[in-house]
T-cell receptor, first 115, second 114 residues
Framework: DTGVSQDPRHKITKRGQNVTFRCDPISEHNRLYWYRQTLGQGPEFLTY????????KSRLLSDRFSAERPKGSFSTLEIQRTEQGDSAMYLCASNQGGTSGNGQFFGPGTRLTVL | SQQGEEDPQALSIQEGENATMNCSYKTSINNLQWYRQNSGRGLVHLILIRSNEREKHSGRLRVTLDTSKKSSSLLITASRAADTASYFCATGPAGGTSYGKLTFGQGTILTVHP
């Protein structure tokens, strides 16, 4: 399967713990996106990368959140000192960026539960 | 923050009927996209329409875009039970380096009864 993969698929953690998620995009895609989705809502943009450069961060991404894409391939999203409000599905997507926009390919997501 | 609002929030139809979902948005866009989400396959891109286009077709899907009204509609013809899912519109903003980022609506839950 050459789609977008995410690991882990599920994560349960206690409040105050740190968690890290990984995303492997489709190999030829230069853009990688992170979104967060809560029940009954559409995905909300968090941040995105073009190659290894982080081009934009949402104000939703507090200083407890950090994302990296060190070699322009896979990406990690870390949440420090997790809070119950961080419980959500974290989605990763990728595409080949273009000036007129392209559809994004989404991974299956990582469901985070903070107890 | 959500860019758009989708209408209706839920739609229930019989197999073979057509389903129409509407999306409104607030700011200037580069493109508008529709996605489907169900538990089995996650979020899947269906179709993209650019701001200078008015209508686009893909198989049983027809999308229209009215930039003067800041609205779009998705028509699914001859629906099937397998079309049961949540449908989201998503907008790509005009200009700058943000044009890759998408802002999603809250979605329409479509149920197609066999």
């Amino acid at each position: 399967d050459t789609g977008v993969s995410q690991d882990p698929r599920h994560k349960i953690t206690k409040r105050g713990q740190n968690v890290t998620f990984r995303c492997d995009p489709i190999s030829e895609h230069n853009r990688l996106y992170w979104y967060r989705q809560t029940l009954g809502q559409g995905p909300e943009f968090l941040t995105y990368f073009q190659n290894e450069a982080q081009l934009e961060k949402s104000r939703l991404l507090s200083d407890r959140f950090s994302a990296e894409r060190p070699k322009g391939s896979f990406s990690t999203l870390e949440i420090q000192r997790t809070e119950q409000g961080d419980s959500a599905m974290y989605l990763c997507a990728s595409n080949q960026g273009g000036t007129s926009g392209n559809g994004q390919f989404f991974g299956p997501g990582t469901r985070l539960t903070v107890l | 923050s959500q860019q758009g609002e989708e209408d209706p929030q839920a739609l229930s139809i019989q197999e073979g009927e057509n389903a129409t979902m509407n999306c409104s948005y607030k700011t200037s866009i580069n493109n508008l996209q529709w996605y489907r989400q169900n538990s089995g396959r996650g979020l899947v891109h269906l179709i993209l329409i650019r701001s200078n286009e008015r209508e686009k077709h893909s198989g049983r899907l027809r999308v229209t875009l009215d930039t003067s009204k800041k609205s779009s509609s998705l028509l699914i013809t001859a629906s099937r039970a397998a079309d049961t899912a949540s449908y989201f519109c998503a907008t790509g903003p005009a200009g700058g380096t943000s044009y890759g980022k998408l802002t999603f609506g809250q979605g329409t839950i479509l149920t197609v009864h066999p």
